[in-house]
């Protein structure tokens, strides 16, 4: 069954440095997403992309984070210069079409020292 | 701005002990109702997508419910096996906009 793959699964950073999160959605969805989750906390929408270009977005996503499908598998997300605040999981999601149901990646964990 | 409320935060039951789950939205324009699991450290996995009043679905020992408010998990005979947080998300303006989620534990 395909699935959404996400790398790293963990990775820790310094304030102020850039991270790159990977993510490969499942191969024949033209939707795909980023989300994030602070411990304990809900699942937060930050960016959607379709067409090679952001669709929607919301007011997390801002001018640190960017996003990028630079080939036809990888779709990655950017944080220019971490912050503390930025410590989540972040999840990768796919999906056929706008109104169709999401699935989610593994995750990766991001931790800001 | 869309809402999700879900209901109780946790619950504990005995294996067997049959339960429902409870999800209050508002949104402008639902496009569609989500069900997830969600185990710790790990990424939401699909349950069920609901699109409009009426309709059910059923997998194994879950049935999930829509209304025009609200959203029903119902658990039937639960296992040890499905404690897990229950997540509800709604599809309008927002791509997808989730609630707390049920944190549910099965006692064996």
């Known amino acids: 069954e395909p699935e959404v793959t996400q790398t790293p699964s963990h990775q820790v950073t310094q304030m102020g440095q850039e991270v790159i999160l990977r993510c490969v959605p499942i191969?024949?969805?033209?939707?795909f997403y980023w989300y994030r989750q602070i411990l304990g906390q809900k699942v937060e929408f930050l960016v959607s992309?379709?067409?090679?270009?952001?669709?929607?977005k919301s007011e997390i996503f801002d001018d640190q984070f960017s996003v990028e499908r630079p080939d036809g598998s990888n779709f990655t997300l950017k944080i220019r210069s971490t912050k503390l605040e930025d410590s989540a999981m972040y999840f990768c999601?796919?999906?056929?079409?706008?109104?169709?149901?999401?699935?989610f990646g593994p995750g990766t964990r991001l931790l800001v020292l | 701005e869309d809402q999700v409320t879900q209901s109780p935060e946790a619950l504990r039951l005995q294996e067997g002990e049959s339960s429902s789950l409870n999800c209050s939205y508002t949104v402008s324009g639902l496009r569609g109702l989500f069900w997830y699991r969600q185990d710790p450290g790990k990424g939401p996995e699909f349950l069920f997508t609901?699109?409009?009043a009426g309709e059910e679905k059923e997998k194994e020992r879950l049935k999930a419910t829509l209304t025009k408010k609200e959203s029903f998990l119902h658990i039937t005979a639960p296992k040890p096996e499905d404690s897990a947080t229950y997540l509800c998300a709604v599809s309008g303006n927002t791509p997808l906009v989730f609630g707390k989620g049920t944190r549910l534990s099965v006692i064996a």
């Open positions: 609901l699109y409009s």
């Open positions: 191969s024949n969805h033209l939707y």
């Open positions: 992309f379709y067409n090679n270009e952001i669709s929607e």
């Open positions: 999601a796919s999906g056929r079409d706008r109104e169709e149901t999401q699935y």
